[in-house]
């Protein structure tokens, strides 16, 4: 078992930055890729980045430029989010895949127009 615990969520206003952290604990040895979705209201969970043991990364379109994941070691995976504007504005949950997916209880994102 895996345990995702998320930080760094709040409010902030447009055109602002916020830094989430995801920290992982349990059988972390089993996790290939880390990263985050995000669900706004109203919408179905979508995908934000995801970043794997060997560095690579994806981004979702609308993040790219914007958003930075990173990873400090196998267990902790960050995301810098820059120039927020309302539509950010979501539940951001930290994932882990390895031999099946692991999420976080989430963490509330509100950009303030």
């Known amino acids: 078992q895996v345990q995702l615990v998320e930080s760094g969520g709040g409010l902030v206003q447009a055109g602002g930055s916020l830094r989430l952290s995801c920290v992982a604990s349990?059988?972390?040895?089993?996790?290939?890729?880390m990263g985050w979705y995000r669900q706004a209201p109203e919408k179905q969970r979508e995908l934000v980045a995801t970043?794997?043991?060997?560095?690579?990364t994806n981004y979702a379109d609308s993040m790219k430029g914007r958003f930075t994941i990173s990873r400090d070691n196998r267990n902790t995976v960050n995301l810098q989010m820059n120039s927020l504007d309302a539509e950010d504005t979501a539940v951001y949950y930290c994932?882990?895949?390895?031999?099946?997916?692991?999420w976080g209880k989430g963490t509330l994102v509100t950009v303030s127009s």
């Open positions: 970043i794997n043991s060997g560095g690579y």
């Open positions: 349990g059988s972390i040895f089993s996790i290939n890729v």
């Open positions: 994932a882990a895949f390895g031999t099946r997916a692991y």
